[in-house]
């Protein structure tokens, strides 16, 4: 199991909106580090969508957004397009571990 | 632009060796602290390890202390990743990654493509 909690798959008809939780605990999210989400199109490296929590790099569209509350952090993603069809990760690091950690992924399909 | 350029994977026997490199360009190399992180086959990222911009200080995952050795070379641009006693679980594609953030909070900003490294008899 991934120290980070998303859901194994989410799915919305383009045009939709749709959110991908991201659950970690006191070690990690809750202890205050910043999540960050990558976007992993088929067969292609990930690469980086939000960082800090809510800060999108140039180049992502405001589509895209991220926010964090407690022991969680999520993605929200409007105006869904064929083209966002990926799998979407979460990461942040946990201080009982000493480590970076990665939510274990979510496949978005748009029907 | 930044690229990040990975060589050195390939098909390894269980126990065996490998090394992995990654040319870096398009940025103040010296400057940044990378990582390595992995994805198995049909799996999740999986971060493998990190090293400092001056490559004095290192990081490795529980599951590959002792047995992978990360390293850069700032003359050349380059970063290491020195895999020994291999198990059939290393077998992924492993990307060489340049870090941002903070210290408390570190995160990749930029991935290479990959290299692949499959443990099998």
């Known amino acids: 199991q991934s120290v980070l909690t998303q859901p194994p798959s989410v799915s919305g008809a383009p045009g939709q909106r749709v959110t991908i939780s991201c659950t970690g605990s006191?070690?990690?999210?809750?202890?205050?580090?910043?999540v960050q989400w990558y976007q992993q199109l088929p067969g292609t490296a990930p690469k980086l969508l939000i960082y800090?929590?809510?800060n999108r790099p140039s180049g992502v569209p405001d589509r895209f957004s991220g926010s964090k509350s407690g022991i969680s952090a999520s993605l929200a993603i409007t105006g869904l397009q064929a083209e966002d069809e990926a799998d979407f990760y979460c990461?942040?690091?946990?201080?009982?571990?000493?480590?970076?950690?990665f939510g274990g992924g979510t496949k978005l399909t748009v029907l | 632009e930044v690229q990040l350029l990975e060589s050195g994977g390939g098909l390894v026997q269980p126990g065996g060796s490998l090394r992995l490199s990654c040319a870096a360009s398009?940025?103040?190399?010296?400057?940044?602290?990378m990582s390595w992180v992995r994805q198995a086959p049909g799996k999740g990222l999986d971060w493998v390890s990190a090293?400092?911009?001056?490559?004095?200080?290192?990081f490795y995952a529980d599951s590959v202390k002792g047995r992978f050795t990360i390293s850069r070379d700032n003359s050349r641009n380059t970063l290491y990743l020195k895999m020994n006693s291999l198990r059939a679980e290393d077998t992924a594609v492993y990307y060489c990654?340049?870090?941002?953030?903070?210290?408390?909070?570190?995160?990749?900003?930029?991935w290479g493509q990959g290299t692949l490294v499959t443990v099998s008899s």
């Open positions: 990654a340049k870090e941002s953030g903070t210290v408390s909070t570190p995160y990749v900003d930029y």
């Open positions: 398009g940025f103040t190399y010296g400057n940044s602290a």
């Open positions: 090293i400092s911009g001056s490559g004095g200080t290192t």
């Open positions: 006191t070690s990690n999210i809750g202890a205050h580090y910043d």
């Open positions: 800090a929590n809510s």
């Open positions: 990461q942040s690091y946990d201080s009982l571990l000493s480590s970076w950690v």
